[in-house]
C-alpha cells in the first residue's frame, strides 16, 4: 500500500495533570480525500488535531509525513504548518489582526513572500471563502459566521496540502453551514485534502469519503463512509447513532454504497413520493 500522506501510528497523549486523551490509536490521512474523525463529545478529537500540525508533541507514538517521522526542530515545524493548516473551533482563538486583510497576509508575509504577492495570496483566499467584501473591516465587528471565514481564509493564504478543521460546522446556522461547505467543497476539487473533526454523524455521512470512528481517544476503526457508517456495532461501540439518511434508506429497503444516488436527502426524497404514490 502506498504511503498516506500523513500518517499516525500509536499516538498517544496524556496532558499535564495526567488526562490520558489519546490512547495509542492510528490514522492514515490520504491525499485528496475528506476525512472525518468522527466522536462524541470529549473523545479526543481536538488533542488529535493539535498533533496534526505539531502543537503537540506525542507522550508515545510516531507521525510521519509522506513517509518521513516529523521532527520538531524550529525549521521543520515551520515546513509541517505551512503543509497542514490547522483552522481551530474557536475563530476568536485564531484571529489576532485588527482587520481581515492584515490577519490573512500574516501567513503570507511570515512566508517571505513581498507585499505584493502576499496581497495576491489574500485576495486568492477571501474569494476561494467568497468573502473578498469584508477585505477592510475589523475583524472584531464580524458575526461568528464571518470570522469562521476568515480563520479558515488565513490558512488558506498559506496554500496547505492538508487542511485541517475542528468541528467546522459548530456554531453555524444552516445557511452559514451550506456557505461553509460550498467553499470547503471547491477547495477540494482543487486538490486540497480535507480533515475534520465533529460529533455529528449526519454531516460525516453527507460529506466525508472516509471516516475514522474515534471513542475514548482511539480509533475505533477507518473506511470509506458508507461502510463505516452501517456498521451498528461499531457506531454501539463509540455511543454514536446511525444517520437518519441512512436508516430512511434502508428502511425503504434500499441498498446503500459510496457512489449510490439514495445518499442524498433529494434522491431518497424522491423515492419516498414515489413509493407514497404508488400506493395511493
Ligand atoms: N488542556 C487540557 N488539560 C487537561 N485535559 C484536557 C485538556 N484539554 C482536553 N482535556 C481532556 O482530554 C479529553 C479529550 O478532550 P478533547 O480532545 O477536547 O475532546 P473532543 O474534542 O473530542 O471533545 C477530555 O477528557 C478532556 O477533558
Ligand atoms: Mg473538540
Not at 15 to 23: N, T
Not at 61 to 89: F, K, M, T
Not at 106 to 116: D, E, Q, V
Amino acid at each position: 500500500m502506498n504511503e498516506p500522506l500523513l500518517a499516525v501510528r500509536d499516538l498517544e497523549y496524556v496532558y499535564p495533570g495526567g488526562v490520558a486523551a489519546l490512547r495509542g490509536l492510528d490514522l492514515r490521512i490520504e491525499q485528496g480525500r475528506k476525512l472525518a474523525i468522527l466522536g462524541s463529545n470529549g473523545s479526543g478529537k481536538t488533542t488529535l488535531l493539535l498533533h496534526l500540525n505539531g502543537l503537540c508533541k506525542p507522550t508515545r507514538g510516531e507521525i510521519r509525513l509522506e513517509g518521513q517521522p516529523v521532527s520538531y526542530d524550529h525549521r521543520a515545524l515551520n515546513d509541517w504548518r505551512r503543509r497542514v493548516g490547522l483552522i481551530l473551533q474557536e475563530p476568536d482563538d485564531q484571529l489576532f489582526a485588527a482587520t481581515v486583510s492584515q490577519d490573512v497576509s500574516f501567513g503570507p508575509l511570515n512566508l517571505g513572500l513581498s507585499n505584493a504577492d502576499a496581497r495576491e495570496r489574500v485576495r486568492e483566499a477571501l474569494e476561494a471563502l467568497r468573502i473578498l467584501h469584508l477585505a477592510d473591516r475589523a475583524t472584531h465587528t464580524l458575526s461568528f459566521g464571518q470570522k469562521k471565514r476568515v480563520a479558515i481564509a488565513g490558512v488558506l493564504a498559506m496554500r496547505p496540502e492538508i487542511l485541517v478543521l475542528d468541528e467546522p460546522t459548530a456554531g453555524l446556522d444552516s445557511h452559514g453551514v451550506t456557505h461553509l461547505l460550498g467553499a470547503l467543497e471547491q477547495l477540494h476539487e482543487a486538490g486540497a485534502t480535507l480533515v475534520f473533526s465533529t460529533h455529528d454523524v449526519e454531516l460525516a455521512y453527507a460529506w466525508a469519503d472516509d471516516v475514522a470512528v474515534f471513542h475514548d481517544g482511539v480509533v475505533l476503526r477507518q473506511g470509506e463512509t458508507v461502510a463505516m457508517l452501517s456498521d451498528r456495532e461499531l457506531l454501539r461501540r463509540a455511543r454514536l447513532r446511525c444517520p437518519l439518511l441512512l436508516e430512511v434508506a434502508e428502511a425503504l429497503g434500499v441498498e446503500v454504497s459510496a457512489a449510490s444516488p439514495f445518499r442524498s436527502r433529494e434522491a431518497l426524497l424522491v423515492l419516498l413520493q414515489e413509493r407514497c404514490a404508488g400506493q395511493g
